[in-house]
């Protein structure tokens, strides 16, 4: 994916400045075999395509997020002006998945150290993300998150926030790993993640995936 530079946004080490506040409103809670989270790490090829292949993942919907352009082009978040970031919205099943599962993937496939920026993808469409859609959520964020900034030295810039004004993207951005894997990104950029992922999650993996 083409790198699009943009000023970056700003970063904070607080809970509330992260979007950890317990006092924010909660949406309809999720039925007991669906739930939903939205997370930003960067170009989402790389992370549909990682899970897509996740074992109690039902569906993967590239898309943006958390900006202030109504129903924004791939042209216009990439241009850095409207302040979405590029995400993926992950629906799964919590009796198969839990969401700390999820987001110990989401932690390992990509860099939450960066500020804005991925590898050579750099804008603030680039920037690490969760967004969720219940406060009861945060729990579990709250943890992951803490054990990811111990591994990393206290250097997680990942910004933790309520969904807001979310848009699928264009349909030829959904599954394009799957659809283009001899694309030159897809085979140096995406497949490594995808490999990473099935090396270490092993135990994750849909049946199909570990085939």
């Not at 669906?34 to 790389?46: K, N, Q, R, S, V």
Request: overall charge negative; charged content about 20%; glycine content about 8%.
């Amino acid at each position: 994916m083409t790198a699009h530079a943009s000023s970056p946004s700003s970063s904070s080490s607080s809970p509330a400045a992260n979007g950890l506040d317990p006092s924010a409103s909660t949406g309809p809670r999720a039925g007991a075999t669906e739930d939903l989270i939205t997370l930003g790490g960067g170009c989402f090829w790389c992370t549909e395509a990682v899970f897509l292949r996740v074992k109690g993942v039902l569906s993967v919907e590239s898309g943006y997020t958390n900006g202030a352009t109504q129903n924004p082009s791939y042209e216009q978040v990439c241009s850095g002006n409207t302040g979405h970031s590029e995400v993926v919205r992950v629906r799964f099943d919590p009796r198969q998945v839990s969401l700390s599962d999820l987001l110990q993937v989401f932690f390992t496939i990509h860099d939450p150290t960066t500020l804005n920026r991925q590898g050579a993808d750099v804008g603030t469409q680039y920037r690490s993300g969760i967004y969720y859609q219940r406060t009861d959520q945060l729990a579990d964020i709250r943890q992951v998150m803490d054990e990811a900034n111990r591994a990393h030295g206290g250097k997680v810039v990942t910004e933790v926030q309520p969904e807001q004004n979310y848009w699928p993207a264009e349909a030829y951005h959904q599954r394009y790993f799957e659809n283009h894997p001899e694309q030159g990104y897809c085979a140096f950029v995406v497949a490594p993640k995808v490999d990473k992922f099935m090396l270490r999650f092993k135990a994750l993996m849909k049946d199909e995936a570990a085939a």
